[in-house]
């Protein structure tokens, strides 16, 4: 369920205004293929998938297999479908990281659905691992705007449908830590022993770059050793680390940890519970992350994919994942919709400017993931 990646990319004014403001949400004109050879999927997969027809949702049978992060198989976040599609089987198969999952769909996963996050989109590509979505038979792909529907292209084809987001950035327990400007925050020796970062080789990596205002998709050698050498030392700060966010919620709500590396639902969850916590917006910039869904190359169920994809992007699924993880749909109208006061503050709704100032997630490289990751195990393995 959650993000993997928070990475160094500026957003443009466009995706700002688009992302949150609500007028901009809805009735955009699809940017993804939509007519001719980029309307289907290519010929070796259009043999072995049927285009989509329009047999009624009460006639349409089957099952589909979704590799997802483990809380989305409950049945709120894929509700359009289950309502619609009564007589189709879904089942779920899980990898709680985008290289557990990456590794899952390489190795030959049956999976006729998976869901990566920003930073690894361009590996499924080069794999030939995904198919092209034709974005066409999507009833609800106008609800998304046309800068989010980028998010999901490669080489210009549309190879993912985006679907949830949030921003990365410093929590803190207002009535222990004053303020919080910079992310080099989570390196200050007065919190030792309250601080909590997550278990993220790549986010350690994202941090140090906004810090030192390096260009995050070009580290070079000296600068990630350089990295290590810092985390190392952070690492004596750390009360944890931390995998899950319902961990990081309960070490701050007791009070073990006053700062940490955290997404907006974190925030969310803790304000709903009446803990004294501020959300900063540092002066290096917070980051987003997006969510998206492929379907796998030459899958067989297509057809039936492309219905659960599309039904994701539904407002009773859209507003369930806002309602209950915190973190945002890519479906406009839903954004649009937001009144309740918790969620308006942990997504900066009254503020339009807030995207403008936010770091969105450029592609690795496969040598740079691993690298990263490699580092990251041997900061560990130090302590």
């Excluded at 659905?113 to 499924?124: D, R």
């Excluded at 959300?279 to 796998?296: C, D, F, L, Q």
């Excluded at 937001?338 to 496969?366: G, H, R, V």
Aim: with cysteine.
């Amino acid at each position: 369920m959650r993000p993997t990646e928070s990475r160094l990319l500026r957003g443009s004014a466009g995706l700002a205004a688009i992302l949150l403001v609500a007028a901009a949400c809805t009735g955009g004109a699809s940017t993804g293929p939509t007519s001719g050879s980029e309307a289907t999927p290519p010929p070796s997969e259009a043999a072995a998938t049927p285009p989509p027809t329009d047999t009624p949702p009460d006639q349409v049978t089957g099952s589909l297999n979704v590799l997802d992060w483990s809380g989305y198989d409950q049945e709120i976040f894929w509700q359009d479908f289950k309502n619609k599609y009564k007589n189709v089987t879904v089942t779920f198969d899980f990898g709680n990281s985008d290289a557990e999952q990456y590794t899952k769909m390489k190795a030959g996963s049956q999976a006729d659905i998976f869901h990566p996050y920003t930073g690894w989109l361009q590996f499924y590509v080069d794999e030939g691992l995904v198919a092209e979505i034709d974005t066409s038979k999507l009833k609800n792909w106008d609800k998304v705007p046309d800068s989010f529907k980028k998010i999901g292209q490669i080489n210009g084809k549309q190879y993912f449908v985006p679907w949830d987001w949030g921003f990365t950035s410093i929590l803190y327990r207002t009535d222990k830590v004053s303020s919080v400007d910079s992310w080099s925050a989570l390196f200050d020796t007065k919190y030792k022993g309250h601080i909590s970062m997550w278990d993220d080789g790549p986010a350690a990596v994202t941090v140090s770059s906004y810090i030192h205002g390096w260009d995050e998709t070009a580290i070079t050698d000296a600068q990630l050793a350089q990295v290590k050498t810092e985390w190392t030392d952070q690492a004596k700060l750390d009360k944890t680390y931390w995998g899950g966010e319902p961990d990081l919620v309960q070490s701050m709500a007791s009070g073990d940890v006053w700062l940490a590396y955290a997404w907006q639902g974190a925030y969310a969850t803790l304000l709903g519970q009446g803990v004294p916590v501020a959300y900063a917006n540092p002066k290096e910039g917070r980051n987003s992350w997006v969510g998206v869904y492929g379907i796998r190359a030459n899958d067989p169920n297509y057809d039936l994919a492309l219905r659960f994809l599309d039904e994701k992007l539904g407002t009773l699924t859209g507003n369930n994942l806002v309602t209950n993880y915190y973190y945002g749909s890519s479906n406009g109208e839903v954004m649009a919709g937001i009144t309740d006061p918790t969620l308006k503050t942990a997504f900066s709704i009254d503020d339009p400017s807030i995207l403008q100032k936010t770091n969105f997630t450029p592609n690795l490289t496969a040598a740079q993931r691993d690298a990263w990751t490699a580092m990251w195990t041997e900061v560990k393995a130090s302590q």
